[in-house]
């Protein structure tokens, strides 16, 4: 599975940001996720979608990011609004299989900063 994420850059506090990541060689994918990775800190998961559209989230994002993914299935979006400087981070996709295989794209750098 090849992951391709989009969409990263810097923005001022409150803006809004929107991260895509697309994958492909699978036809087997199930969840799909964010993490993301601030300097000096552990990884942590911000949002997941799975096969069946249920979705979760990290209480530090609740209300303020969105998951979703594209009719195909294939495609997970994350529409982040309201950022804040703690959410400076480098965001990874991250994808599951119903084989319980896991994937990670590279990852894309968030800054919020003014």
């Known amino acids: 599975v090849q992951l391709q994420a989009f969409g990263g850059g810097l923005v001022q506090p409150g803006g809004s940001l929107r991260l895509s990541c697309a994958a492909s060689?699978?036809?087997?994918?199930?969840?799909m996720g964010w993490h993301r990775q601030a300097p000096g800190k552990q990884r942590e998961l911000v949002a997941t979608?799975?096969?069946?559209?249920?979705?979760s989230y990290a209480d530090s994002v609740k209300g303020r990011f969105t998951i979703s993914r594209g009719n195909a299935k294939s495609t997970v979006y994350l529409q982040m609004n309201s950022l804040k400087p703690e959410d400076t981070a480098v965001y990874y996709c991250k994808v599951g299989t119903y084989y319980g295989n896991y994937y990670w794209g590279k990852g894309t750098q968030v800054t919020v900063s003014s």
């Open positions: 979608v799975t096969g069946g559209g249920s979705r």
């Open positions: 060689g699978s036809s087997s994918i199930n969840t």
